[in-house]
């Protein structure tokens, strides 16, 4: 688990869940970085990371439902403290046909887009 178990993430290596900002940024974004992962910097609760690709949530996503992406999202906004809507089954059908046959990884600033 990158996140680790208490959402604390891993200093310098993968960042918090746990009282982040991208936890509760809107759904078009969540969903394309479980989809897709994201590679680059991002910056989390102030602080950098720059690790060279985050893997998506797991190599088998692809594999998942939508189901199933929705509520694992759903469990990372209304866990370690965190409070945040539910996303729906629908809203990952819908982003996964917008994100296509897309095989690589976003960046913090192509999702910076999706904050509007």
């Not at 479980?34 to 893997?55: D, F, H, S």
């Amino acid at each position: 688990l990158c996140h680790q178990p208490h959402g604390k993430g891993l200093p310098g290596v993968y960042p918090p869940l746990a009282g982040s900002e991208w936890v509760n940024h809107p759904d078009d974004v969540l969903v394309r970085m479980v989809l897709n992962g994201i590679i680059g910097p991002i910056k989390v609760l102030g602080v950098e990371y720059n690790n060279p690709a985050m893997q998506p949530l797991t190599t088998g996503v692809a594999n998942m439902s939508d189901a199933d992406i929705a509520a694992v999202i759903t469990y990372i906004r209304n866990e370690w403290g965190n409070q945040g809507p539910a996303v729906s089954e629908e809203t990952v059908v819908r982003i996964r046909a917008e994100v296509g046959d897309r095989t690589t990884q976003w960046t913090a600033e192509e999702l910076g887009a999706y904050l509007k």
